[in-house]
């Protein structure tokens, strides 16, 4: 997992998080569910390339202070570099793994609770971590067809290939309802839970495009896998997905919504 963000960061970066783009669009609502304070001490739990962490540090003024924390080097050496404010500092660490000597006024989370093979120790992590009172915000992307990005792919690619994702890896879209996240929020403690759903749009431009870039920026695990396919497989595989993109596609290019939900919750 590590291996992977790392590999894949700097583009994560370029194409997605340094814009405010699709789903990147829920970075300002989340700040602002956040109610941030001047003064505030922030933790942004898997910060990544530091979109949100940036954010933060614009909210909370000169004395107040946020940790962006993430296990990729790769990751944290990006945000390093595109934010230049003085009230940051970075940590590497693991979210199932992390304790620290001070308690966070909030700590927020965008688009990595589902990754963590046990949420529900993260969780435990960030409630210690979090002073009484203190907020939760978690942000995640809705599920199956609620984000076509994803599963107009996946959804063609796994007829093709039933483990093109791992058996043991974490299931990403049991966070991506209002009663999934809201159960595993509850579950940890928290209290005062409410989640908003926001619809995003965003154009991968046309078919050709959407299916190069996909496999141009593919994780190299999952490109193996594709490779394995025969060159038949491959053009059957491309079709199925291009019908999948057809109630998207006007003009011949695609323009898919994208759900996503941000939590906010209190440790009470
Ligand atoms: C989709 S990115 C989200 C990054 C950032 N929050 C944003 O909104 O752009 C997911 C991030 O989770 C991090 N991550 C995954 N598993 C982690 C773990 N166990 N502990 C800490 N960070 C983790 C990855 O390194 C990656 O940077």
């Known amino acids: ?98 304790a620290f000597n001070q308690k966070f006024d909030v700590i927020t989370c965008q688009y990595a609770l589902f990754f963590f093979p046990n949420a529900a120790k993260a969780l435990s992590n960030i409630k210690k971590s979090l002073r009484k009172n203190g907020t939760l915000i978690v942000a995640t992307h809705g599920a199956g067809s609620t984000v076509p990005y994803f599963s107009s792919i996946l959804d063609s690619v796994q007829k093709f290939i039933p483990d093109y994702i791992s058996s043991g890896a974490p299931d990403l879209d049991r966070f991506g309802t209002k009663a999934g996240l809201k159960k595993a929020i509850t579950k940890a403690g928290f209290s005062h839970i409410t989640i908003q759903e926001y619809k995003f749009w965003y154009s991968p431009g046309t078919f050709s495009k959407y299916w190069s870039d996909y496999l141009k920026y593919l994780a190299k695990p999952l490109k193996e896998k594709l490779d394995k396919l025969t060159p038949k497989q491959k053009e059957e595989l491309k079709q199925a997905i291009k019908q999948k993109t057809i109630p998207y596609t006007k003009n011949n290019t695609i323009k898919f919504p994208w759900k996503i939900l941000i939590l906010s919750a209190k440790n009470s």
Not at 23 to 39: D, E, H, N, Y
Request: aromatic share 8%.
């Open 1 to 98: 997992m590590i291996k992977t963000w790392n590999e894949i960061a700097p583009r994560y970066h370029k194409r997605w998080a340094g814009k405010s783009i699709g789903p990147f669009q829920s970075t300002q609502k989340l700040v602002k569910m956040a109610k941030l304070r001047r003064g505030n001490l922030v933790l942004d739990l898997a910060c990544g390339t530091g979109a949100v962490t940036k954010e933060i540090t614009s909210k909370i003024g000169r004395f107040g202070h946020v940790i962006g924390a993430d296990s990729s080097q790769t990751a944290l050496s990006i945000a390093k570099r595109s934010i230049k404010a003085k009230n940051v500092d970075f940590a590497i660490l693991d979210a199932e793994n992390f």
